[in-house]
Nanobody, 128 residues
Framework: QVQLAESGGGSVQAGGSLRLSCKASEMRSTYCMAWFRQAPGKEREGVAAIYNGGGTTFYTASVKGRFTISRDNANNILDLQMNSLTPQDTAVYYC??????????????????????WGQGAQVTVSS
């Protein structure tokens, strides 16, 4: 079982930046690591993923060019740098470890639910 702990959430004005970090109990190079978010009244959506040992990244269209996902396998850390934030980015952000890998299907990050582990979530609030 992989344990994940997010940090770095908070409140910022539109146009500002935040950096989320996720400390994992283990982070093998074969794991797909991802960030998801869930806004009030909305379904959880995959924001970004990094896999194939870090050689491949995916971003959902709404954050492409503004967010950057990165991983440090040696220190078991996953980061998400978020720039040019807008109120539409307001959500609880979750770190996820997809231990059997992932695929991007029609713009969604997919993995086996029984092999996916989640952090507790970090609130990001962007005010206009």
């Amino acid at each position: 079982q992989v344990q994940l702990a997010e940090s770095g959430g908070g409140s910022v004005q539109a146009g500002g930046s935040l950096r989320l970090s996720c400390k994992a109990s283990e982070m093998r190079s074969t794991y797909c690591m991802a960030w998801f978010r869930q806004a009030p009244g909305k379904e959880r959506e995959g924001v970004a993923a990094i896999y194939n040992g870090g050689g491949t990244t995916f971003y959902t269209a709404s954050v492409k060019g503004r967010f950057t996902i990165s991983r440090d396998n040696a220190n078991n850390i996953l980061d998400l740098q978020m720039n040019s934030l807008t109120p539409q980015d307001t959500a609880v952000y979750y770190c996820a470890a997809l231990t059997l890998g992932c695929a991007v299907v029609r713009g969604s990050i997919k993995g086996r639910p029984d092999a996916t582990y989640w952090g507790q979530g970090a609130q990001v609030t962007v005010s206009s």
